[in-house]
């Protein structure tokens, strides 16, 4: 088991972060002083340790961290520090017109790391000045990387990845500082965001339609269209019900076991659809050849020329048939003389066709066979699927149909799996995304209905790329055995709260742990996340939190020793403490504002030898004053506002009457609450 422990940053990029160490266990305290050019590790084991397994107790979860701050305190730049470390080198051999350019980069790439290693503390590090200051490593578990070392001579050798650790990172944020994905092949590090997903769903549809490379000419550059053409919530779709499937198969407590996943709709588009989008949008010319759209339009009215569509304004699969007969055409290269007037013919045409191709090309008549192989078993499983829209035929030939396909329980029906047109479908999509090397199918589906507001939309990605990464290498069709999992997971989550409505945050730290439990339970998972939420918070160890704030420009941990203990903590406190909001108290900006009005309108001004003197208000400002200060939440402020008020009401009456008409006014204002405590 590796478990990262302490990270120094000896420079960021942008310099925002220097010289500053981040410990990740309640276990051990780290530091890294830096005196006369020389870097000095201490450390220390902590008092209140956590207990093994506190987070959970199979030890599949070994460690969870959590990182806060105000914003701009340096919680996302320290995450992508995390991703992007993998046991940086230093650079010896170079041209001396460089120096000045490889000095600057060392300062970045100067990094001490520490991980808890079966049993022992190791430490990593790439600096010519550095010694221990400390009795928790042995210094045989200290490794320096520099060119030629032997740590790294070994890595080289047994092609092993650092540390036997794969770091993955997800966010739901529009603004995510890294997008770069994974380089080809190699699952060390692997970054899904919002815009990171468009390259990944742009390399396996690529993957799943492109074929056969040696199915050239027209026919290639027509799959390399349609899959330029799939859009990144295309793939997301795929990814939703796969995940939706996974949690209703297994029975999972889930936040989406109940309320999302019933009911799935399903259409697949024409070939002429999908290249006259692709024209519209890439070609400004109108006048511009539209070379396959056109070749399109002409063999549909050369073969379905008198086709009656009645007969097939019901048929879900009707699409894929006549998709699959204008690619046989444009493989074979040939001129089609043949009509067809019904589906029955329409299918003895595209048998024909295939054994033209197959004495023709035996490469090419595997991947289309493949696909008339493909459609039937959608068409096997949907032609009972009810139709829920559909249109009359359009310009790019034929109908366009909605199909509904409902989830049913055990409980909601008394009937045999595969019976169920849902659970049949998701049998050949998953056959499709897992077992077919390419698919016909997917090339065209249109999955809608998993209709999610923000909130959901967030959790529903967050989970399901949870799903996806153990499944990367399958589903992503990646046959280099450095595209696996590492035995050890480094979990990094920005803004894990993000969209969250205040319900699900009191759930997201278990709903995460059962997941990575049941997806990675093979593996050693530590999960480090940043929040602005202070629910969150509350389950989280003030040992296993680090607090980050910005001062003088530049991010600097807080010492944990100044925070109040948060695990279980109220709410409030944790605004305070966690959240550096102790000078402006626990309300917003705009409220604040608005009491300190009031305040300045009704503090009464204070003389030395008569103390504090109200002045009187008008009538019809008391009565707007009244009404702003009802709006006050907190009883005591605003009891005390009131009572201000009064005072400047009543100032220019005698002592006596001034008390009992105070007196009144408070009267009232109890019964009132009173009555609408009641209610």
Known sequence: MMELIFFYINQSKTKFIEKQGFNFSSRYRFSVEYDKGTYILKGNECEKQLSQNFFDETGCVTNVTAIVGENGSGKTTLLTKLLEYSGQVKDEAHDSDYDAFFTEEYEIDKVVSIYWDGGNLVCYHNIDEFKSDTKLLKENRIFYFTQGSDILKNMIANDKGF??????????????????????GNLEQLNINMNSMQELGNRFFRKKIRSNNHIAGGYFEIQDIMANEKRMMDFQYILDILYL???????????????????????????????????????????????????????????????????????????LYTNLLYELIVGLEIENEDQVKDKKELLRLIEKLLDQIKEKDNSTYE???????????????????????????SSDWGYWRWSRLEYRDKE???????????QSFMKVIKKSVFERRYSFVLKYIDIQGIELASGERALMNFFSWIYFVPKFTQIMREENQASMLHKNILLLIDEIDLYCHPLWQQKMLTFLIDELKSQYSDKNVQIIFTTHSPIILSDIPCGNIIFLKRENARCKVDDNNLHAETFGANIYKLFNNAFFLGQKGQIGEFSRNKIQTIIDKVSPEMHEEEGAVYHEIPKKEVVELEKEIAL????????????????????????????????????????????????
């Open 245 to 319: 499937d996974y949690i209703h198969s297994n029975q999972m407590d889930s936040l989406f076991a109940e309320n999302i996943g019933k009911v799935l709709y399903v259409q697949f588009h024409t070939a002429g659809k999908i290249l006259n989008d692709y024209y519209r949008k890439k070609l400004t010319d109108k006048s511009a050849d539209k070379e396959w759209a056109i070749y399109y339009d002409a063999v549909m009215k050369n073969a379905f020329g008198e086709f009656d569509y009645e007969l097939v304004k019901n048929d879900i699969c009707f699409h």
């Open 367 to 393: 991947v289309l066979e493949d696909a008339y192989a493909e459609i039937q078993e959608y068409e096997k499983v949907l032609e009972k699927a009810e139709i829920v829209k559909s249109s009359l035929p």
């Open 163 to 184: 540390c036997d650790i794969s770091k993955i990172c997800v966010s739901n944020s529009m603004y995510a500082l890294n997008n770069e994905v994974v380089p080809i």
């Open 412 to 422: 909601r029906a008394n009937r045999d799996e595969e019976t169920d047109i849902y």
């Open 632 to 679: 006050i939440g907190e009883p005591i402020v605003r009891n005390k506002l009131y009572d201000m008020l009064y005072k400047c009401q009543y100032c220019s009456k005698d002592s006596q009457k001034r008390k009992l008409e105070l007196y009144r006014r408070k009267l009232e204002k109890l019964e009132e609450e009173m009555r609408h405590g009641a209610n």
